[in-house]
């Protein structure tokens, strides 16, 4: 984490963990700064294909795919406060479907 944060900056989750920039549904290699505004620009192609990556960490499991089903969605969401990840798998849900959203419908998805 220390070394993404202040040597590699490439993995967009990290990146865009800031609460402004956008994603927007063309993929392109690195987060781009200085969008409008100052903002960070990232694609939500890389940034679903990292929370892809982090679901099996989490205990989520994907499709052959990297789908998540409406039942295993339904089994995450009412994250227990007892499960020391609740907090993350809650943020991931979220993220998730709001990059795959991007990427299906083509629309910018907006960090703010």
């Given at each position: 984490?220390?070394?993404?944060?202040?040597?590699?900056?490439?993995?967009?989750?990290?990146?865009?963990?800031?609460?402004?920039?956008?994603?927007?549904?063309?993929?392109?290699?690195?987060?781009?700064?200085?969008?409008?505004?100052?903002?960070?620009?990232?694609?939500?192609?890389?940034?679903?294909?990292?929370?892809?990556?982090?679901?099996?960490?989490?205990?989520?499991?994907?499709?052959?795919?990297?789908?998540?089903?409406?039942?295993?969605?339904?089994?995450?969401?009412p994250c227990e406060e007892d499960d020391p990840a609740h907090r993350e798998k809650a943020a991931w849900l979220l993220l998730f479907e709001c990059a795959r959203h991007s990427?299906?419908?083509?629309?910018?998805?907006?960090?703010?």
């Amino acid at each position: 984490m220390d070394r993404e944060l202040t040597v590699s900056i490439r993995s967009h989750l990290i990146v865009h963990a800031d609460p402004e920039g956008y994603g927007v549904p063309i993929d392109f290699e690195d987060v781009l700064y200085g969008a409008p505004g100052g903002e960070m620009l990232g694609p939500s192609q890389r940034l679903l294909a990292e929370l892809r990556q982090l679901a099996p960490f989490l205990g989520i499991a994907l499709d052959g795919e990297g789908n998540l089903s409406d039942a295993e969605a339904a089994r995450i969401t009412p994250c227990e406060e007892d499960d020391p990840a609740h907090r993350e798998k809650a943020a991931w849900l979220l993220l998730f479907e709001c990059a795959r959203h991007s990427v299906a419908m083509r629309t910018l998805l907006v960090f703010s």
